[in-house]
């Protein structure tokens, strides 16, 4: 797994799906401040990158649930990735959104769900984890039963781990923030001060100042 952590750290920096300027930080929607920014959708311009990460993301699938039925994307980023797991695993896909839509049928998950069907979500990217854990608590609701969740990539927030274990939801990504500050150093793509910010950040990101 270690070895899939850093190559896909290594094509997230390679497409600038992640980019890392901690003199210069980026204002999440939230209102954080952040040296770095991730938007796993740009992944999707590069065949050999979404092949790769589509394969390791089924290898993950068959290796810890097997039972699986159904293939759930969160919205929006999520969908594409998922679809694409779906139509190489031959599974159905639906994809869930935020919240429901305010007009025509107010659906919030959309695509043909059965109450006791097995979900696996797929996830672009976990923070604090709670809009992802929306997406699980909405197929809970139509007594769906998910197995789990995958992602791309996580920040390791703390509260990410702590608000998926309270949901009782294992959480399995295919790279992480450590993965990809140690990629970035050996790389020269940051120098040790930046790490070092970017470290500090991670501690306290809600708070953290330039």
């Known amino acids: 797994m270690m070895e899939t952590h850093k190559k896909i750290a290594q094509y997230l920096l390679q497409s600038k799906a992640i980019k890392l300027d901690p003199p210069n930080p980026f204002t999440w929607v939230s209102g954080w401040k952040s040296p770095i920014y991730c938007d796993n959708r740009k992944t999707l311009s590069f065949p050999e990158i979404r092949d790769y990460i589509r394969d390791s993301f089924i290898k993950i699938i068959h290796d810890l649930y097997p039972g699986v039925e159904v293939i759930a994307g969160v919205a929006t980023g999520a969908i594409a990735h998922g679809a694409l797991i779906a139509d190489k695993m031959n599974l159905p896909f639906i994809y869930v959104r935020s919240q429901t839509k305010l007009h025509g049928l107010t659906n919030q998950i959309e695509g043909i769900i059965n109450p006791g069907q097995k979900v696996v979500l797929i996830e672009d990217l976990v923070s604090t984890g709670k809009s992802s854990l929306n997406a699980v608590n909405a ?39 450590n993965s990809l500050l140690e990629l970035a150093l050996e790389t020269k793509y940051i120098n040790d001060k930046e790490a070092e910010i970017l470290r500090k950040w991670r501690m306290d990101p809600e708070n953290w100042i330039k």
């Open 139 to 177: 197929l809970r609701e139509k007594d769906c039963i998910v197995l789990g969740m995958v992602a791309i990539f996580t920040y390791d927030f703390p509260q990410a781990e702590k608000n998926f274990n309270a949901a009782g939801c294992r959480l399995t990504t295919l790279s992480n923030y």
